[in-house]
Every structure is written in C-alpha cells, then in structure tokens.
C-alpha cells in the first residue's frame, strides 16, 4: 500500500479491526519512510456477470432492471416488495455463485420463472407466456397444467 503522503510504497499495518458486521476491515497503517499514520479500508467487491443477449450482445447486469420485469409479472398481485427484492437477492446470490463472467440471458430467465413461480403462479404464467415466446394455445396450456399439477407427497424419512 502507497503512503498517501510520500507515495512510498513501504508501509506496515499497526493496527487491523473488523466492523460489526464483519464486511469491512479497517487498518491503520504507518508509512516506513515518513512515519506517517493512515487508515485504510477494505471492503469485498463482486462484480456481477454480463448478460449475453441472444443476438449475442453483452450488456452490464442490471438489478433494476431485473426488479422491473418481476415488478411488470406481478403487477396488480398479491406479492409485496420485499419479497420481490429478496427473489432478486437470490438470483444475484445464484448468479455470483456460478462463479462466471457471462450468463446468457436463457440462463437469467430461467432463474426469474423459478423465482416468480415460488411468488405468484399466475406472475409465472405472465412471465412465461414473453420469455418463452409461445408459438400457440397448446404451449400456453402446458406451462398453466405444469402450475396446477398437484405436486407428488414427499415421503417423510424416518
């Protein structure tokens, strides 16, 4: 680390504490050369993958617009914002533990369908019927029959 002062590059840390939350260090530091004293801090960055768009395009991963199109399915729906933000949480958790630098889009959407179908079915179906493009009333028939199908009992292990 460069002393802010001298611009040296010799420093040693005197000192090295966490925050509350434990997402930031925090450390003094002193400049070998000046004897200057600093703080610094340091702080995780994940950096979201691009988006690569069907025609092969790339774009930045953007969260709002990615709350928009959730926001659009489940407009006029029972669902409130924070559970639509903490859907929004766990696909970027899911997309930053992919450990990739480019997701395609059929990637992204897929993750949205999982998420709108644990939030609201008939957002589901909205979603669906644009992402998947349906070419006819029988692919639309099939993702509703796909929502009201009883789910198979779980066997309990015991």
Do not use: W
């Not at 070998?32 to 790339?58: A, W």
């Not at 669902?79 to 630098?101: F, M, N, P, Q, W």
């Amino acid at each position: 680390m460069k002393c802010p002062f001298c611009g040296t590059p010799s420093t040693q840390v005197t000192d090295t504490r966490e925050n509350d939350e434990g997402d930031i260090v925090r450390r003094r530091r002193r400049c070998l050369h000046c004897d200057k004293r600093f703080t610094t801090y340091e702080r995780i960055e994940l950096k979201m993958p691009q988006v690569v768009k069907r025609n092969g395009s790339r774009s930045e991963y953007d969260s709002e617009k990615l709350m928009a199109s959730m926001k659009l399915a489940l407009r006029k729906r029972p669902v409130t914002v924070d559970s639509v933000e903490a859907a929004v949480s766990r696909i970027e958790e899911k997309l930053l533990s992919l450990g990739e630098r480019e997701v395609p889009t059929e990637k992204l959407g897929e993750l949205v369908m999982r998420e709108l179908k644990r939030l609201d079915k008939i957002a589901y179906i909205r979603f669906a019927s644009v992402y998947r493009n349906f070419e006819d009333a029988e692919e639309f028939s099939e993702v509703i029959r796909e929502v009201t199908r009883p789910r198979a009992p779980t066997r309990s292990k015991t």
